[in-house]
Nanobody, 124 residues
């Protein structure tokens, strides 16, 4: 059974930085795409950033381009999200997600394995 465990959330002031990490376990091979999604209170879950298995293909939501960077280490089965220049509107629960399908893109429906989420709160 695949398990994803996030860490690194917290409370920071606007303009600050946080780094989220996600450790994946349960299979002998690395996922294809891995991604971060977030869900703010009262809103639907949305895509934030994603990365392909080899790391050569990354994708970002327009709202975080230039501020967030996704990376992965397949040897350690981890994926990270470096978040800089944080804004109050970045406040949400952040979820790590993995897909073992080579046909996955960046939609919520493409991901079958999810972490429990980590809270990120940005104060103004």
């Amino acid at each position: 059974q695949v398990q994803l465990v996030e860490s690194g959330g917290g409370l920071v002031q606007a303009g600050g930085s946080l780094r989220l990490s996600c450790a994946v376990s349960g299979r002998t091979f690395s996922p294809y795409n891995m991604a971060w999604f977030r869900q703010a209170s009262g809103k639907e879950r949305e895509f934030v950033a994603g990365i392909s298995r080899g790391g050569s293909n990354t994708n970002y939501a327009d709202s975080v381009k230039g501020r967030f960077t996704i990376s992965r280490d397949n040897a350690k089965n981890t994926v990270r999200l470096q978040m800089n220049s944080l804004k109050p509107e970045d406040t949400a629960i952040y979820y790590c997600a993995a897909s073992y399908s080579p046909y996955a893109n960046w939609a919520v429906r493409d991901y079958g394995d999810w972490g429990q989420g980590t809270q990120v709160t940005i104060s103004s």
